[in-house]
């Protein structure tokens, strides 16, 4: 018995391919979920690694993890909160900096998040992070299979997720992840 790949590669073209897997998806079969996301995207014509719809993202920074005084981090906050509360912070962790003063500037929750997002966009222009590449195939009777893709700084793919993860909510997980440019 043909395994669920060969029953696709005997198929003659894309066209067939991708509304067999559209029909079996939306049954709920899954006769086709065994095949591996990376090749059966390849079975339908697509590579990972080209997939059109991409969005950079990495680890969110901390503030907590830089020991430098907060001074050094708060360009972000400039036109953000009042210059007065700017001014407030540099002289009172300069002043933390030249042992003048027990502890560092505080920072509200909110400034901290300003900063921490203003590194981690920095991070990912620096070129930290990886990419999410998205891609929907339309089948001949208009069901959208789904892919999503990670993609590393030298192209590859190093994670494949398609229709069937997706659909079992095994796709990428951005969550608490520093979201960068899409293109």
Request: glycine share 10%; proline share 5%; charged share 35%.
């Amino acid at each position: 018995m043909p395994s669920p790949t060969e029953i696709l590669e005997q198929m003659e073209d894309y066209s067939t391919r991708i509304e067999a897997v559209a029909k079996d998806l939306e049954s709920g079969a899954d006769r086709f979920a065994a095949v591996d996301p990376y090749r059966l995207s390849e079975l339908l014509g697509r590579q990972p690694e080209e997939f059109e719809s991409r969005t950079k993202y990495g680890d969110r920074v901390s503030l907590d993890d830089y020991c430098d005084p907060v001074y050094y981090h708060l360009a972000p906050l400039e036109g953000k909160i009042p210059e007065a509360r700017v001014k407030d912070l540099t002289k009172r962790s300069e002043d933390f900096e030249a042992d003048k003063a027990e502890t560092d500037a505080e920072l509200t929750p909110s400034e901290k998040t300003i900063i921490e997002d203003a590194l981690s966009e920095q991070q990912l222009e620096d070129g930290g992070g990886w990419i999410v590449a998205c891609a929907s195939i339309e089948s001949p009777t208009g069901i959208e299979l789904e892919f999503q893709a990670e993609i590393g700084d030298g192209g590859e793919c190093f994670g494949c997720y398609g229709p069937y993860q997706i659909r079992d909510g095994e796709g990428v997980n951005v969550e608490g992840l520093a979201e960068g440019e899409s293109w």
